[in-house]
Every structure is written in structure tokens, then in C-alpha cells.
């Protein structure tokens, strides 16, 4: 049996790896035989001496962290990288220098937009299917979704999948959201 990293050694190695939290340290330290005999399993605890929690430990603070998400996307479409599952082995491969969970990149909404294969019709078109259906507000939208049959291109969430889009064309805000999809 090799000897566990002491604890500096251990948050250097989990730090270069860009391990975030307690989830991606366990995903981490399970992807390889040699991780696993180097890494414990539980920290925490055989740690005890010098633990002071899992921000100290990956010595990342709760926040987005400040990763170019376009540069990332690139990466992925030169690898030939078409699902999550495979952009994981990637980062487990070390091709992609990314965290485990990519939801902690600022701009990143879910996977289909990552990969540019959205399910949904673009951010032009649902401006004029909202503001087609005389809405004013969210709780005017949710009335909506549950009275009429919505189209399956259309997400119910729509501030999650097109905020950023939002955010791209009115970016001084004099509008809100909500008000900007529904009325302009």
C-alpha cells in the first residue's frame, strides 16, 4: 500500500486538477488506481489535524470561476468532444484543464448550448413567439405554459437558457428580463 499525500501535497494536486468540491474530489480521486492510493478517502478525517473545510482544502471560495467558456467550447470542438460523457474523459485524460463541474463557469447554461446543438429555437425567435402571445410577466408565462400546450422547442425555464443571450443584446438592463422577452 503507497503512502497518502500529506495534506499540502493533497490540495496542491486536487488545485492543479481544478477539483472544486467535495463530489469532484470523490469523482477525482475514483478515476484512477494511483489517484485513489494517494488520495483518502475521506479526508476530513485523516486530515483532521490540519482540516478546515473543503474551501480551504481546494482552496476554491464558492464563486464562477474565471474561465474563458468560448476558449473551452473551441477545445471541445477540435477534440471532436459531442457529450458530456466524453468531455469528463477529457478533463480525466487531462486534454481539456477544466474543473469536473463545468456549472462553475461563468456562462456556462447546460450542455446542449455548450455544444452548440440547442434543442431550442434561437433567442430571435422566441422574442417573436413571446411577444406574439401578449404576456407581460413570468407568472403570466407559467398561467400560459400550464393552460396551452407548449412547443417542444420552447423550454419552460426560458431566463436559464436565455439569459445570455438577454444579457448580450440589452446590456445596459433598463429592462428586465422578463419585460425584454415579453414586451421589448
Avoid at 468540491?21 to 488520495?39: G, I, P, Q, V
Avoid at 456562462?107 to 433567442?123: A, C, K, P, T, V
Avoid at 398561467?143 to 446590456?171: A, H, M, S
Amino acid at each position: 500500500m503507497r503512502k497518502k499525500l500529506c495534506y499540502r501535497e493533497a490540495q496542491i494536486l486536487i488545485k492543479k486538477h481544478l477539483v472544486t468540491s467535495a463530489s469532484e474530489y470523490r469523482d477525482f480521486r475514483t478515476s484512477d488506481e494511483d489517484l485513489k492510493s494517494k488520495l483518502p478517502y475521506q479526508p476530513m478525517v485523516f486530515y483532521k489535524e490540519d482540516w478546515k473545510g473543503w474551501d480551504d482544502f481546494t482552496s476554491f471560495k464558492n464563486k464562477e470561476l474565471d474561465i474563458d467558456i468560448r476558449m473551452l467550447q473551441k477545445i471541445a470542438e477540435q477534440l471532436n468532444i459531442k457529450t458530456k460523457a466524453d468531455y469528463n474523459q477529457a478533463i480525466k485524460d487531462n486534454l481539456i484543464g477544466s474543473p469536473i463541474s463545468i456549472s462553475k463557469i461563468k456562462g456556462f447554461s447546460n450542455w446542449s448550448n455548450f455544444f452548440h446543438q440547442s434543442e431550442y429555437i434561437s433567442f430571435e425567435d422566441l422574442l417573436i413567439f413571446t411577444r406574439s402571445l401578449s404576456l407581460k410577466s413570468q407568472m403570466d408565462w407559467r398561467e400560459w405554459c400550464k393552460n396551452n400546450e407548449r412547443p417542444k422547442d420552447v423550454p419552460f425555464n426560458l431566463r436559464k437558457i436565455y439569459y445570455d443571450d438577454f444579457t448580450r443584446v440589452c446590456f445596459d438592463h433598463k429592462y428586465s428580463f422578463w419585460k425584454f422577452i415579453f414586451v421589448g
